[in-house]
């Protein structure tokens, strides 16, 4: 059995592929707090046969890379085979902001302990254990200077707008983030599955890697936790599917407007999550949730095969 797992990493990421004869692909590694259940976690694999064949770091901010920071900072040796990210060795690193400075300490640490680690760029197309991985973003990675810092917030004011009213909004929203431009987005695709990965990125940049033509997708991790500054109304024309991922606990994220727009852009809609985020008032008694389904899962989210 083929499975997909997604961990409440707190307001992090940390998910895992589980596929194939005991393959194992883990991308990002939530917060800091999340560092003994990503070690838990990979000793329970080695323990039982299977490999850790890649650690997939998407970009540099602390809710992704925290947890194996975390641990590499106590010692911890790093089980997998390869990590693949993006900056490991940043010009000036020493003067970056902190979340570079911690990307580069990642990367120093592994080196020492003999890890491979390999960027991932745009055009990239590599195999583990069978699967099939194409990197649709970044090329050059953007820097600090040609863009602005503008401060992605999800607002808790729209959970009292029905969602009916939010799908005819404009999405008026727009990620700033350079570190979030910077993510890397991926196709994971095993045994006729095809699964969309889209760490922090921003929406322009995750259409254009996908280029003119739709492209089916079995399962897409929505970009930055499900807020809305990170898709656009373009989805639709590039994007098919019915499953989606949301990593968040429900603190900052998702946006109720990026919920709004998923149901009317594709009708009856899955949105899996390891935390329940749409019980915290998220809906309003007037708001239709007949064509959804909301799936709380701290752990398996997705199977496949046999």
């Known amino acids: ?65 925290g947890g194996i920071l975390a641990l590499l900072r106590m010692g911890w040796k790093c089980p997998f085979r390869e990590v ?13 902001q ?22 991932m760029t745009a ?47 404009p999405i008026t929203k727009k990620d700033m983030s350079i570190n979030n431009k ?19 990125a921003w929406a322009e940049d995750i259409i254009a890697g996908l280029g003119r033509e739709k492209q089916r997708f079995d399962l897409v991790k929505l970009p930055h936790h499900g807020a809305v500054g990170n898709i656009s109304e373009e989805f639709p024309e590039h994007i098919s599917c019915e499953n989606f991922l949301i990593c968040t606990d429900g603190v900052m994220h998702p946006d109720k407007q990026t919920v709004a727009k998923l149901q009317k852009w594709y009708g009856k809609i899955r ?10 008032g998220f809906f309003t008694e007037n708001d239709d949730r007949g064509c959804m389904e909301l799936r709380c899962r701290e752990g398996e989210i997705f199977q496949w095969g046999i």
């Not at 693949?84 to 970056?96: L, T």
């Not at 910077?182 to 990965?197: E, T």
């Not at 949105?271 to 915290?280: A, F, G, K, T, Y």
């Open 1 to 65: 059995m083929n499975q997909i797992y997604a961990y409440n990493a707190g307001k992090g990421e940390c998910i895992r592929l589980r596929y194939g004869d005991g393959h194992n692909i883990f991308i990002d590694t939530g917060v800091t707090r999340f560092a003994d259940t990503l070690k838990r976690l990979c000793r329970e694999i080695v323990d039982a046969g299977e490999t850790l064949d890649l650690l997939i770091l998407t970009h540099v901010d602390d809710d992704h890379i």
């Open 84 to 96: 693949r990210m993006n900056g490991a060795d940043s010009a000036g690193a020493d003067n970056a």
């Open 98 to 119: 902190l979340s570079t400075r911690q990307n580069c300490e990642v990367a120093k640490i592994l080196k020492k302990q003999q890890v491979k680690i390999t960027p």
């Open 123 to 169: 055009g990239d197309v590599f195999y583990v254990g069978g699967a099939e991985i194409t990197v649709i973003h970044p090329g050059k990675l953007a820097q600090d200077r040609a863009y602005g810092k503008i401060p992605l917030a999800h607002y808790k004011s729209d959970y009292a707008v029905d969602l009916s009213e939010l799908a005819k909004r």
């Open 182 to 200: 910077n993510s890397v987005v991926f196709i994971f695709q095993f045994q006729g599955k095809r699964f969309l990965f889209t760490g922090d």
């Open 271 to 280: 949105i899996s999550s390891p935390s329940d985020w749409w019980n915290r």
